[in-house]
């Protein structure tokens, strides 16, 4: 856990979050800045700033990810849907600690 991560105070519970699923590795809520009528991030409860610092041990967490992702989207509602994984500053990354955004159903309101 990092002390000035935002996702590290939303997974420890110490901010509150719209969640939509949550288990010992990860946790998912909505984008407090959609892009879409559905927009929800997938985030690691484990600190990983970037997926450039992601090593061998954190295969099964990223696989994890990826299989929620449809899961979740199916719950919301969503028939298809984007993913998207922000890394670095140059690619776009604003919260560094990884985090899987899944979004669709059309431009958010």
Do not use: W
């Not at 420890?12 to 879409?36: C, L, Q, T, W």
């Not at 559905?38 to 090593?55: G, Q, R, S, W, Y």
């Not at 500053?89 to 985090?99: A, D, K, L, S, W």
């Amino acid at each position: 856990m990092s002390a000035d991560c935002i996702f590290c105070k939303i997974t420890a519970g110490s901010i509150p979050s719209k969640s939509i699923y949550e288990d010992d590795n990860v946790i998912a809520f909505h984008d407090i800045r959609p892009m879409a009528k559905v927009h929800f991030l997938i985030v690691p409860k484990k600190h990983i700033e970037t997926l450039k610092d992601c090593a061998a041990e954190d295969q099964d967490l990223l696989g994890g990810m990826m299989l929620l992702a449809p899961k979740l989207a199916a719950e919301q509602g969503l028939i298809g849907y984007k993913t998207l994984m922000n890394v670095g500053r140059e690619g776009g990354q604003e919260v560094f600690h990884i985090h899987l955004h899944v979004y669709g159903g059309g431009a958010a309101a």
